[in-house]
């Protein structure tokens, strides 16, 4: 028998006892639960389970996003409750995971070179002079995933304010009393105050004027004490109209990348305030005029695998867009002329709607006098009228490409040359305007001459003492193409050699990116340095090499692509590949 209390073995049959533990062995035993009973009862107490952690979660997630610093997505911003609704600039540093894994690579990858690794020393070691801190010690056990720059005035530097999220407020205040006492040993004094329950402490004697405060998880800092009791009102207040709840801050963050380490709002009209009474010449009055459009400007960074991007947002009001502006998407893009280009660029910059922009510049510069006398002027001495000689002829698409070339523009001791392409929609007016220009330099002494390629005519003008060559132009498929070389116009116009869309470098440049655009940069990093170098002297390639070549190596090529969205957005993207 066994024990059904115990489970102890029990060797006499007659007994009525456990010898063990004395309970009574006539006792019938426990009923045993059936494998459905028991799943059953699991599921319930696993339910259950759930149910706490949900409604934990949702009474405590603002407790658990300071604990857990990587909860909320990076789009979202704490920091933007405690600024006010009309705030000029915010500037947020608030990474996730992903973005904190990318950015590590990028790190290592500069860290590795010993120039790159010796200065950010020096910058750790000045820190630690500056404010008497370790930062490995005293402020990274603390510090949060969210640092902010609240500046709700352009023009009072005192309202500006930084929030730095904690996410232990113990090891917070004890990095700060550190702080004040490396401050006081230097000569400074503070005063503590309550404003709304919260203590602000003021640096009372000091060249540099400082006030702090813990409140709803950040560290305030600011220059009075007045832009940190604003924050607190933007938190105690029900209602407020704080940034968090502003629609134009709102749709411009919502349009840039969820997964990004910063990124930054401006208030248009805000910044047309302050550019206005900076300046406030009347020439930047009208300017400001046609910038009545824009809304909200929003910028961000980002790490990715193969480096960094920067992208760019401006919020537009349909109602106040010029009526005559091109559909976003539609007429002439950058593509003709990226394929005009060599393969071996330096650099390239393309735009479309050139002709658009240009009239309308044009237009508000004839409404000042001074340049309509400019006007007449050229006109009475070149014999060019700008709106019907040039942009009578001109299309939209512009290209300008930067190159390697012997018998470039400088001269041989600067191997670089010029490419520009200019899109034509009226070839014989552009030839009228180029031929009046030919006979003003004839009559300067610069000689010409007429080359034939490829049953293409190449106009090449020369210096009148040297003979030297000074630049060419020719016709090809509605395109202008001017050069530094006879060689560079050449290959354009009769398409020898490879072209630069069709580069390896510029694909991968732009992979990922808008795959539309009204206007592009793009930059060969290595080609530019291996340029930069054949053109300078011993001692400055040295001097180059020390201060400069270390932080461009693992660099391969900055690109950038920017265009217009049919929900009133101007859109673009600025990246930087890393090897």
Not at 87 to 114: A, C, E, H, W
Not at 243 to 259: I, Q, S, W
Not at 393 to 421: F, H, T, Y
Request: aromatic letters at 8%; a neutral charge; proline letters at 4%.
């Amino acid at each position: 028998m066994k024990c059904s209390k115990c489970n102890a073995a029990i060797d006499d049959a007659e007994a009525r006892f456990c010898p063990s533990c004395g309970a009574s062995l006539d006792a019938p035993a426990p009923p045993q639960p059936s494998p459905r009973k028991s799943k059953k009862t699991m599921r319930i107490v696993l339910g259950a389970f759930v149910c706490l952690l949900l409604v934990t979660g949702f009474l405590f997630r603002e407790s658990l996003a300071r604990i857990l610093p990587f909860l909320h997505p990076s789009s979202s911003a704490r920091a933007a409750e405690l600024a006010p609704g009309d705030t000029g600039l915010f500037l947020v540093i608030n990474p996730g995971l992903d973005q904190v894994k990318n950015f590590t690579r990028l790190r290592d990858i500069y860290l590795s070179i010993p120039e790159v690794k010796k200065a950010f020393d020096n910058l750790q070691r000045g820190f630690t002079e500056e404010f008497g801190l370790d930062f490995k010690e005293d402020v990274k056990p603390w510090l949060g995933r969210e640092i902010a720059l609240i500046v709700p005035d352009f023009n009072d530097e005192k309202k500006y304010l930084l929030a730095v999220s904690t996410t232990n407020k113990k090891k917070t205040a004890a990095c700060l009393q550190k702080l004040r006492q490396h401050l006081e040993s230097e000569g400074s004094t503070f005063a503590e105050r309550v404003y709304e329950g919260v203590k602000i402490t003021v640096e009372t004697g000091g060249s540099c004027k400082v006030a702090y405060a813990l409140h709803e998880g950040f560290l305030l800092l600011a220059e009075s004490e007045d832009a940190i009791a604003r924050a607190i009102d933007m938190t105690r207040q029900k209602g407020a109209a704080t940034l968090a709840k502003n629609e134009t801050y709102k749709r411009v963050m919502e349009k840039l990348p969820k997964d990004r380490s910063g990124a930054c709002y401006v208030d248009a009209e805000n910044m047309r305030k302050f550019i206005a009474e900076e300046i406030g010449t009347d020439l930047l009055a009208a300017s400001l005029n046609q910038l009545e459009a824009y809304q909200g400007l929003g910028f961000s960074i980002s790490f990715t695998g193969e480096g960094a991007r920067f992208d760019n947002v401006m919020a537009c009001n349909k109602t106040k867009m010029p009526k005559d502006l091109p559909p976003p998407g539609k007429g002439e893009g950058i593509e003709k002329t990226v394929r005009l280009a060599p393969e071996s660029s330096l650099a390239f910059v393309g735009a479309a709607n050139v002709n658009y922009a240009l009239e309308k510049t044009l237009e508000e510069m004839q409404k000042f006098p001074y340049f309509r006398d400019i006007e007449k002027e050229i006109e009475y001495y070149v014999g060019i009228d700008l709106k019907r000689d040039f942009l009578s002829w001109l299309g939209g698409e512009i290209g300008l490409a930067v190159v390697p070339d012997r018998d470039g523009l400088l001269g041989k001791e600067i191997n670089v040359g010029m490419l520009a392409m200019f899109s034509v929609k009226d070839v014989q007016r552009a030839k009228s305007l180029l031929d009046k220009i030919k006979d003003s330099l004839d009559e300067e002494g610069v000689t010409s001459d007429s080359v034939k390629v490829d049953g293409k005519n190449v106009e090449c003008f020369y210096e009148p003492y040297t003979k030297k060559f000074m630049l060419g132009y020719g016709f090809t498929d509605n395109f202008l193409v001017i050069g530094s070389s006879e060689k560079l116009v050449q290959e354009a116009l009769t398409g020898g050699g490879r072209s630069l869309a069709e580069s390896d470098t510029y694909k991968k440049a732009f992979a990922g990116l808008l795959p539309h655009g009204e206007g592009c940069i793009f930059v060969d990093v290595k080609r530019s340095i291996d340029a930069v170098h054949a053109n300078l002297s011993r001692y400055e390639r040295e001097y180059f090499d020390r201060e400069v070549y270390p932080y461009l190596k693992p660099v391969r090529a900055v690109s950038l692509r920017q265009t217009r969205t049919d929900d009133n957005f101007l859109v673009g993207t600025l990246a930087v590949s890393v090897e």
